[in-house]
Nanobody, 115 residues
């Protein structure tokens, strides 16, 4: 059974940094991409950062230059390093692994940014 478990969220002051982690367990084959999405109250879930199986990355315009996605294949972990956080970054952050057949999602970790 595949599980994605996010961690690293919390309360941070504006301008601060956080590193989110997503630990994947279980056998996952045919991975196309891995990524982070976020959902703020009253808003739709939106892409934050995606990394393809080939290593190419894509970032939302709102986070470019402030966020870096990376993976540790040996530990089956996806990271999201965030800096210069803004109140607009506050949301529940979800990690995802997309395959040809199915997209797996974690339960989310909440990021709160105080101004």
């Amino acid at each position: 059974q595949v599980q994605l478990v996010e961690s690293g969220g919390g309360l941070v002051q504006a301008g601060g940094s956080l590193r989110l982690s997503c630990a994947a367990s279980g056998r996952i084959s045919g991975i196309n991409a891995m990524g982070w999405y976020r959902q703020a109250p009253g808003r739709q879930r939106e892409m934050v950062a995606v990394i393809s199986s080939g290593g190419s990355t894509n970032y939302a315009d709102s986070v470019k230059g402030r966020v870096t996605i990376s993976t540790d294949n040996a530990e089956n972990t996806i990271y999201l390093q965030m800096s210069s956080l803004k109140p607009a970054d506050a949301a529940v952050y979800y990690c995802t692994i997309g395959t040809w057949i199915y997209d797996y999602w974690g339960q989310g970790t909440r990021v709160t940014v105080s101004s």
